[in-house]
């Protein structure tokens, strides 16, 4: 067969990339290994957020108290919440196998190879004008002695526990290990998170991370900062704490340590692609490969590791592809890690805009002084932070934790996308009383 346009992946790249090509008149071909919906839909952000809700609806029964709610004897069925996890993600995959067929989209199933031209899959030879390779990542396992046991899992593996372990030892406090520490933690398993560095979360405003550390904390969860793990043995985890070994006992392993892209097996090496196994496909801001007609998107780029930037990197190729000029701006993707509380930032960090070269002004306020958010995460601390350019005083970055801070984060983006600044945004109307306030109020602050 000969395609307009054929996408190896279905994730959140590859079936926006799919539906949009076929809506501009293009003859697109997607080709899936496994289910719709990839990582983002079947063993990442999907699956997860489900089982925190469930986590934090246990949560609130549990601590309902001060709102005069008393649940009486109370219980968890983890079995109940992975199905309805299950029913969740059956009826999105539904949903992407039908905006497929809408959008005359065919669909195979195989594993991809990409050839000169075009693409084998199942034993067959396809042209195609332009391909998309969009396969995603896997989460990177650490060359730990011991790692391979049985009790020791993945991101992945951890989706597929129904049952609450003794307790739950985290490798990695990035964003998955906060996240399913909140998980566990929240339903009464004790957590110990291990983390190398000094702080969780690296990649955030350290201020906003110590803050979401500290309210996992009140959850339960142990974090150990500094540690680096140096061996398994039967349930017992070694590692290491400022040149001393020590040990403690773990029922479940959970790996977390990042994702690295999935760049083997699909013949990249034979066509020519200019990849780095740990870094990805390299592409410029279009998505241009250094291969004409091979354009890439999403984690296998090695870039945001984000769903939604996935989507967005997609969208900018099609648009390439169609004749529309378009490049991706990571500098305005907003990041969320859906804790209880959430973080949710956008933009720059103070020391990322000072790196650049930049001289900022900042503003902080906590969420504490808003009525809307203490009426309803009675004892939680929260932070707004932005950072503005001082010279132009256009807005650079908003970082956020408390509540349910995820909702609020595209009204910061939106800002950040049309170059606001603070004058502008001094004019905008904020719903009271709404959480969302706070963002005015922090920019009151910084006047
Ligand atoms: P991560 O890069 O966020 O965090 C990994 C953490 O593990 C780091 O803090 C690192 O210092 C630590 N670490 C690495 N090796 C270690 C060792 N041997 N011992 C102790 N600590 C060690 O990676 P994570 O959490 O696995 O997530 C992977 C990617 O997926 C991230 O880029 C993340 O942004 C993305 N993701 C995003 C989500 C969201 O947007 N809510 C949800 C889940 C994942």
Redesign the pocket.
């Known amino acids: 067969m000969k395609y307009d346009f054929a996408v190896i992946g279905a994730g959140p790249a590859g079936y926006v990339a799919a539906k949009k090509a076929a809506s501009a008149g293009l003859k697109v071909v997607m080709v899936e290994k496994k289910k719709l919906g990839g990582v983002c839909l079947n063993e990442?952000?999907v699956p997860?957020k489900t089982l925190l809700q469930a986590a934090k609806t246990y949560h609130h029964a549990k601590h309902g108290s001060i709102f005069g709610v008393e649940a009486g004897s109370l219980s968890f069925d983890f079995g109940k919440a992975h199905a309805h996890k299950n029913s969740v993600m059956d009826r999105m995959r539904d949903g992407i196998a039908g905006l497929m067929k809408k959008h005359k989209v065919e669909v195979i199933e195989g594993e991809a190879t990409l050839v000169k031209g075009g693409f084998s899959v199942n034993g067959e030879t396809h042209e195609a004008e332009n391909i998309l390779l969009c396969t995603g990542s896997s989460?990177t396992i650490?060359p730990?002695p011991g790692i391979e046991a049985e009790h020791i899992v993945d991101?992945t593996g951890i989706l597929n526990n129904e049952t609450l372990p003794e307790n739950l030892v985290i490798?990695?406090?990035?964003?998955?290990?906060c996240?399913f520490a909140c998980v566990y933690a929240s339903v009464g398993v004790p957590v110990t998170v291990?983390?190398?560095?000094p702080e969780?979360?690296?990649?955030l405003d350290s201020e906003i991370a110590a803050i979401l550390r500290k309210e996992l904390e009140k959850k339960g969860v142990t974090f150990v900062l500094g540690?680096?793990?140096e061996s398994f043995e039967g349930k017992s985890v070694r590692y290491n704490l400022e040149g001393e070994s020590k040990d403690m006992n773990a029922d479940l392993v959970l790996i977390?340590?990042?994702?690295r892209p999935n760049v083997s097996d699909l013949g990249l090496e034979d066509i020519g692609l200019d990849f780095d196994p740990r870094g990805g496909v390299k592409v410029d801001q279009r998505g241009a490969t250094n291969l004409p007609g091979v354009w890439a998107a999403g984690d296998v780029t090695g870039q945001a590791?984000?769903a939604h930037a996935a989507s967005r990197m997609a969208e900018v190729v099609v648009h390439n592809i169609t004749g529309q000029k378009d490049i991706m701006r990571h500098d305005t993707m907003p990041?969320?890690?859906?804790t209880s509380p959430e973080v949710a930032v956008v933009g720059l960090t103070k020391e990322e805009a000072t790196e650049r070269g930049l001289k900022v002004k900042t503003g902080k306020i906590p969420m504490a002084i808003n009525a809307r958010y203490i009426a309803e995460n009675p004892g939680e601390e929260g932070m707004c932070k932005v950072v503005l350019d001082a010279d132009t005083n256009r807005l650079l970055g908003v970082h956020m934790v408390g509540g349910a801070c995820s909702e609020m984060i595209f009204g910061a983006t939106a800002m950040l996308e049309t170059e606001l600044r603070e004058e502008e945004i001094a004019e905008i109307v904020f719903p009271h009383p709404t959480t969302s306030e706070i963002m005015k109020d922090v920019f009151m602050a910084v006047r």
Not at 171 to 177: D, E, K, L, Q, R
Request: with cysteine; net charge neutral; charged share 10%.
């Open positions: 990442g952000c997860s989460p650490p730990i991101s490798v990695g406090g990035g964003v998955i290990g996240e291990l983390e190398a560095m969780i979360c690296p990649n540690a680096k793990v977390a340590t990042g994702r590791w984000l990041a969320v890690v859906y």
